[in-house]
């Protein structure tokens, strides 16, 4: 009691150096409580799923990114086995992450399936840990799990994208290799073949700027165009905006993948003629392409004039006329050419079914 | 199932490319030889089915469908034991073992020039 006398004495009545210990005490307490709020509200507020359980499996905590993910509320899920969030077929699995865990070990980006409440699946990757008293001794697990179903989604969307593209240049070499081997024969010089080949190359390039795929669909779905886009786009080069001496008449369809590159070198053919011979070579010229849908066949009528000028029919088959054959011949169509007086008409027969391929 | 091959066979090219069947169909034809083609292997042992004089068969490797062109070669050795088989591609190279007997293998392109001397 003497001593005590002779410690100086706080309102408080608690000596200063008593009171100063009480006062960290208080403090570090107080910053532990804060820390641990702090990281209570981190690991309530985020995206993630986060829970622990023990080493039974049963979980202890649950915060609300889990229920956002799994569907189940804290109070339907703690005191609960974690078997209620894994699909029956991969319970196994949890035998092997809870004997790893006993082992001490960690368990990092394990992509997984997981099953919500709703029975519904979702892509997961989940990051294990042990979580050990202060002595060292493993009570449980903690568990964050993170939805991948977009990232996965994206990756699956640009394997096939990549699949895609892969088969469409492969397709292009094939067709720039047929090209140039059906242009071989009777080739009139290397300069000509030149021009040739590359006015036909660039109108596969411009039909296949019509079949990219929609990148911004969601599923990525086969490129199809239609019949006048692709009269259009391979006209275009032909003539001025607005030419009047083309006009582009009838129905229209869609075409598919398949068949847009023969339609393509078919009507570069039609229309290289026309230049060179035909309607486009003269400034009163006229084409007109009409098409028309009967009996599951399409049937286009491209008819030229030249202004009263009669336009001269080939005195030979050139490449031209074999590519069209060989082309009519893939599409299992028929193409029939009348040389009238007053100019030329032809008339393409395929069969819908080919066109839609 | 027996057949007489004729000295100058009819010819049947596969291949699921349309311009390098149309290539090798042209050039064929312009050297003389009656020829046939087929995109696919179903649609070649229908060919083989209607048209008796064909007595050589050009045929690609990857070709969508059940059968690619290996298998139709071994279909055709098996069913058409006098036809010429020809295998081409650009992607694979079969071993020996993969073959059919009597099998010339040529790598894609074809060389057109050499390939009629083949096909008589």
Same mark, same amino acid.
């Given at each position: ?24 005490? =208080?403090?570090?307490?107080?910053? &532990? ?18 829970? *622990? $359980? !023990? ?29 209620? /969030? ?20 960690? %368990? ?8 919500? $409440? ?5 892509? %997961? ?26 990232? $996965? ?15 469409? /240049? ?10 140039? *081997? ?5 080739? !009139? *010089? ?15 390039? @411009? ?8 990148? @911004? ?18 006209? &275009?080069?032909?003539?001025? +905006? ?5 006009? /582009? ?42 098409? &028309? %849908?009967? !009996? ?12 009263? +000028? *009669?336009? $001269? ?12 054959? &060989? ?6 169509? =028929?193409?029939? @050419? ?20 | ?31 003389? #030889?009656?020829? #046939? ?84």
């Amino acid at each position: 009691m003497q001593r005590m006398t002779e410690f100086r004495s706080s309102p408080s009545g608690l000596p200063d150096s008593l009171r100063a210990i009480v006062e960290r005490e =208080t403090a570090s307490r107080r910053a &532990a409580a804060e820390a641990n709020a702090w990281l209570a509200s981190i690991v309530e507020n985020t995206d993630d799923a986060i829970l *622990s $359980k !023990d080493l039974n499996g049963i979980i202890t905590s649950w915060n609300r990114g889990a229920t956002r993910l799994f569907g189940f509320e804290p109070e339907d899920a703690i005191g609960h086995h974690i078997t209620i /969030i894994i699909p029956r077929e991969r319970w196994p699995e949890e035998d092997e992450i809870i004997a790893r865990i006993r082992r001490g070990e960690s %368990v990092d980006h394990f992509e997984t399936v997981r099953q919500r $409440k709703d029975a519904s699946f979702v892509d %997961v990757a989940l990051t294990i840990s042990p979580v050990r008293t202060e002595g060292g001794e493993i009570l449980g697990a903690s568990k964050i799990a993170r939805d991948i179903s977009s990232a $996965k989604r994206d990756a699956e969307r640009q394997e096939l994208l990549l699949r895609e593209m892969n088969h469409r /240049i492969k397709n292009l070499f094939a067709m720039v290799t047929g090209l140039i *081997s059906l242009s071989r024969r009777g080739a !009139d *010089s290397a300069d000509a073949l030149a021009d040739d080949l590359t006015t036909r190359v660039g109108a596969l390039a @411009r039909a296949h700027d019509l079949i990219l795929p929609d990148l @911004r669909a969601d599923a990525l779905t086969a490129g199809t165009t239609t019949l006048r886009a692709l009269l259009e786009a391979v006209v &275009a080069p032909h003539r001025d +905006v607005d030419d009047a001496r083309v006009s /582009i008449d009838g129905c229209d369809i869609a075409v598919g993948t398949r068949a847009v590159p023969s339609l393509a070198l078919l009507f570069h053919e039609f229309a290289t003629n026309a230049v060179k011979y035909g309607a486009l070579a003269r400034l009163n010229g006229r084409l007109t392409i009409d098409c &028309a %849908v009967s !009996d599951e066949h399409l049937a286009i009528e491209w008819r030229e004039t030249a202004g009263g +000028v *009669s336009i $001269k029919q080939p005195s030979s088959e050139g490449f031209g006329s074999r590519l069209e054959r &060989a082309t009519v011949r893939n599409l299992a169509g =028929t193409v029939e @050419r009348a040389w009238r007086k007053d100019g030329l008409s032809i008339r393409l027969v395929v069969p819908l079914q080919r066109l839609v391929a | 199932m027996d057949q007489e091959i004729p000295e100058r066979a009819s010819v049947l090219i596969v291949d699921d490319e349309w311009l390098i069947r149309a290539a090798l169909v042209d050039h064929l034809q312009n050297q003389g #030889f009656e020829v #046939f083609e087929a995109e696919s292997a179903s649609e070649a042992l229908q060919m083989l089915q209607a048209h008796h004089q064909i007595g050589v068969v050009v045929t690609d490797i990857q070709m969508p469908g059940s059968m690619d062109g290996l298998a139709l070669a071994r279909l055709i050795r098996d069913s058409y034991p006098p036809i010429r088989l020809i295998i081409a591609s650009g992607a694979i190279r079969p071993t020996e073992a993969e073959l059919p007997r009597d099998t010339v293998f040529l790598s894609k392109p074809i060389d057109l020039d050499g390939l009629p001397s083949l096909l008589r």
